[in-house]
């Protein structure tokens, strides 16, 4: 008998350029386009304009993605996972010192894997414990590893999954998102929430899907309210089925 990791979803929000409502998200499915709209950016008007200025495209549509899913002055841990982080910003501190030029301590602050967890954190004034993940395969899976992990010590968790094309450098060697994307949503312990997430290893044969590809297919199933997806990472196989309470 496999073991089956449940969270309660309470509410979910997804970005991308121009895809910011239910009906956006499904006219894009349905054109069966890598393409998203022209790009624009969150205007994030609740951050302080001096930490708003520090936010880089990546970090505008995560802090974008967690205010719509929590209230002002809400305070729960949060769980941030990136598969590739800031990378435009990391290449630019390595092209400047292969130039042999000081970089920036400013840049170099802004670089690392948990910079816009962190900056989110002191817009809202939460200090609440915050996670900063990765993974080569699975980061979706790894998410909802972490969250359950999390529910066992608090109440609430919530959760941002986020990413940003490669730089053109990297493009020849790895799969990335086709646009700026931000998926967050709240998890807990509560039957009172709207919807089951259930997880748990299955025999049943699937194919493995790059990163992006989960999270748009579990951007479907999510705006359904109802649905499953197949995961294979690591040669192990996992379903994940979401069903919404009535």
């Not at 950016?41 to 609740?46: D, G, N, T, V």
């Not at 499953?228 to 990472?233: A, F, H, Q, R, T």
């Amino acid at each position: 008998m496999y073991a089956v990791v449940s969270l309660n979803l309470e509410t979910w929000s997804a970005l991308a350029p121009g895809l910011d409502t239910k009906a956006s998200w499904q006219a894009w499915f349905d054109s069966s386009s890598d393409d998203g709209p022209a790009e624009t950016s969150p205007a994030l008007k609740q951050i302080p304009a001096l930490l708003r200025r520090r936010f880089t495209t990546l970090g505008k549509y995560a802090a974008a993605s967690t205010l719509n899913v929590l209230a002002e002055n809400q305070s729960m841990p949060g769980i941030f996972a990136s598969r590739h982080g800031d990378t435009g910003l990391t290449l630019s501190l390595l092209e400047e010192i292969a130039r042999d030029q000081p970089i920036s301590p400013t840049g170099f602050s802004l670089a690392v894997h948990n910079a816009v967890a962190g900056i989110i954190s002191i817009a809202r004034k939460d200090k609440s414990p915050i996670t900063a993940i990765s993974a080569m395969n699975g980061l979706l899976l790894q998410t909802l590893f972490e969250a359950a992990a999390q529910l066992e010590r608090h109440e609430r968790v919530f959760c941002v999954v986020y990413d940003i094309p490669l730089p053109a450098l990297y493009q020849p060697y790895e799969l990335s998102v086709p646009f700026p994307l931000a998926l967050a949503f709240v998890v807990s312990r509560s039957d009172d929430a709207k919807a089951n997430l259930t997880l748990q290893p299955t025999t049943q044969a699937c194919s493995e899907l790059s990163t992006y590809q989960e999270i748009f297919q579990f951007i479907k199933v999510l705006m359904d309210e109802k649905g499953s997806l197949m995961m294979n990472v690591n040669q192990a196989n996992w379903h994940l089925a979401v069903d919404a309470r009535q």
